[in-house]
């Protein structure tokens, strides 16, 4: 039976994105919009001058640094590897939209 993918709308970055996750990890997912969002209002406070797409990549190198000392830690790897894969997809989209901007 194909797992059925449910809408949610995520901000980033003050960009809105249509995305679709399985129920089990809407949850996971919007936890770490948050935490994105956070470090980005962070990195914005502490590097001032910078566009959104540096903040962005500066949460990204952030994120997978601090996801791949976690599994060198021998950490379980299923949930990072799946906020790891919605990364790489919001990154995509981003990419696109600023390629249009």
Excluded: C
Aim: proline share 2%.
């Amino acid at each position: 039976m194909m797992e059925s993918l449910i809408p949610i709308n995520i901000v980033i970055g003050d960009r809105s994105y249509r995305i679709k996750v399985s129920p089990e990890h809407e949850e996971h997912v919007r936890k770490t919009v948050k935490i994105i969002n956070e470090k980005v209002l962070e990195y914005r406070t502490s590097f001032a001058g910078k566009d959104m797409q540096d903040y962005i990549s500066m949460v990204l190198i952030w994120y997978a640094t601090d996801v791949t000392s976690t599994n060198t830690k021998g950490a379980d790897t299923t949930d990072e590897s799946a906020a790891a894969d919605a990364l790489k997809k919001l990154e995509l989209q981003i990419d696109q939209l600023l390629q249009q901007a």
